[in-house]
């Protein structure tokens, strides 16, 4: 039995920030990481010749203050996105190429009806308090629907509907049909709006950190060090009125107050003694997370870029639903990434690898000319086969949860208190959430613990 | 190790329905139940005096074939819910006594009102295919709404959408901005039309087993005998070529199949090796439980029948929301049941219980004057608080999940089979489904172990 002040549930952002701000405050720490590795969702690997691959989160961009922070204070730079030349869209087997955020090059009617959908979003977000969503003016109306309904209402044009659809479900990796249109105004909202969300220049891709993920979570872990134990899942959290027994299959950490930072679905799954209160339980049944793939296809050079692409394209419903150039800031070699998502995610995720990796080839190739039909590597991550994530990316709200349950998404339960980037008033969904989630959960436990006196820091 | 030919997981009405037709046509079966009692979501408690209380599912209808069949076999006859003399709504304050399902005495323009949406609701409901709801031809645009939405859309008279609202969310024991409209209409539907579910007399609250649901339940249990064992939760489910091994804390069972029965977010909790296609992993995610509190307040005598009264009445968003006499087949002593569901029921639920009963009671008193205030017995149930239920009633599915994932619903994922009410297109949320799903699952096990020779029956 380990005996600490505090105990973090998950190595990921949230988990890892959550230790190292407990750590550099003087407290004792254990960490338990279900997994073999540290990163949660995001994950770099290192491949042959010392090429490194975000499987998971990626960017950072602008007002992504925290993971900035922690960027300085590791000293990790970081690289622009390349966004130079055109992107492209395919809409019915019609490929469009044009610059910005907005596909200027299809009809005016459809422009038009995109431009005007963008603002009204954009006014919409401005109506959220980005602490209670669930106390905006609008928001019990706005959490009857699915974002699919809004849509339906609201945007009259066909390709402006499938590439907006694709852009904004694919955030949370599901159905339009499965989302509250209030949680996607909350989470477009605790971004800055539609125009950070879905852009990529100055805003949520706009640039990554040299090295991948890995070069700020590794010296994390560095600094948290021995406290660290990987492929520790989580069984049961007893609660009592001194502390907290955190038990593994192997080990048992007492500890005065728990952090647990994993998706919601996956905190369902550890058994809480006594029970959680019931919005609490509740919510962890109600906030699922998504289906997403994410490829790395490696080519000897960017090829696109001399073709005056960015490498930024979308095709909704296709077996490369969007793709963006993801090389590292070395000029070789090109690494074009795919992301599908939702229920297209599924889809694909059902052929055997060799098909799949037949059909992304062949629609990269139809985009992008004969080059992209021989990658020299190709990396999969499926994530919706990652046990401790529950599926990919951030858990959503499906209706009503956030008018009903919201306000548990923060709310610590006696001495168990939560962390992870869903309970992120600020870029939720995003790393930078995570970390924000994480430093905010270290001030809790410690101040709840000075209220009483019992504080040995 | 036990090595027996199946392995069943819960022991409510279609976990022991699985096991008694297993073991009737020959098969050895365990059963493994994690509370401490047989009945799952039944629960029948025999108070002093051997008055018996259902404080879980209670009623049978016409068209509840296979409860009924289970009744006749093991000789347990059944009485009429006693309906005699007037129903009463409180809305805004007012009461209103009525006879039948619609309340008559309200103002004419809210009685068309709910008579023209119950037409529309039976309509809409002979759409849907019961075993592919989500092959309707309107599926996608109603699995895009909740069915608040609908009524928002559909139900214009202010006292019309409160009774409807409270009678068709508390079916789902949720908000109604939780519950899908295809769900809904798909629910509905499996019960024969809204008729039935909103219905008393020849409908869903038809009549009563004699002796409470326990009266079933128990000597099917008598029958499965020493295969059944108690506070045994099931951690893991282990399958490969030849079978599965069903793991809890203290045994292990090695079976050829598996059948789990047991609400969805608690099919979550257990852990599968290799883990369950993303389809099925995903829908344990998304059908949450509800909220519900069933309270017994037992008097000398049921007074309110001599005061012309059923016992039935509704008065949305109160702490007795509904009533409706739960007398047995005795005379004495009266039984008045309160349900309390979905929001209601979690602010009621953090009430003290004394508040609670406070509360209750006043209410009753308020409604059925005097005698109400002076029960002899008070039986409180509250499903939130029940681990291995998750919550109460029937689990239900946000938008978008049935037509994404709801095919997942009955489909085997290798050794391991699905039932629980949920899964059964027929009568899915009452008993009788339950039942109805334990004798399919124990015909699916059976057939697909002929279909491989390996059938040892």
Known sequence: MTDVDYCVVGAGFAGLTAALRLKQAGRSVVVLEARDRIGGRTFTEVR????????????????????????????????????????????????????????MTMSPWAVANLGTVFLELGELCKTIPLDAPWEAKRAAEWDRISLAKWLDDNVLSKPARELLEMAIAGCYTSAASEVSFLFVLYQMASGGGPGFVLGVKDAAQDARPVGGMRAIY??????????????QPVRV???????????????????RRAVVTVPLATASQIRYEPMLPVDRSM???????????????????????ADGLSGQSAAPGSAAMVTIDAS?????????????????????????????????????????????????????????????????????????VLTEFGAALRESCGRVHWAGTESSAVMCGWVDGAVRSGERAAREVIAADALVGVDRG
Chains 1, 2 share one sequence.
């Open 48 to 103: 042959g010749g010392g090429l490194w691959i975000d499987r998971g989160g990626a960017w950072i961009g602008p007002g992504q203050d925290r993971i900035q922070a922690l960027m300085s204070e590791f000293g990790v730079p970081s690289y622009k996105q390349y966004t130079d030349g055109a992107a492209m869209m395919v809409v019915d087997g019609k490929q469009y190429r044009y610059q910005g955020t907005i596909p």
């Open 283 to 305: 919510l962890h049944q109600r906030m699922p997370s998504g289906a997403i793939l994410k490829i790395a296809v490696v080519y000897d050079e960017p090829f696109w870029r």
């Open 237 to 255: 959290i007893e609660q009592d009125a001194e502390g907290v027994t955190v038990c593994t299959d192997q080990s048992t950490v007492r500890a």
């Open 218 to 231: 590794e010296p994390m872990a560095v600094e948290v060090g021995r406290s660290l134990h990987l492929s």
């Open 328 to 400: 590292t800031d070395a000029l070789t070699p090109g690494v074009l990434c795919v992301i599908v998502e939702g229920p297209a995610a599924r889809a694909l995720g059902r052929m055997t690898a060799t098909d799949r990796r037949g059909a992304v080839l062949s629609e990269l190739t139809e985009r992008f000319g004969a080059s992209a039909a021989a990658p020299v590597d190709y990396v999969e991550q499926d994530w919706t086969g990652e046990r401790y994530s529950g599926g990919g990316m951030l858990s959503h709200a499906p209706t009503g």
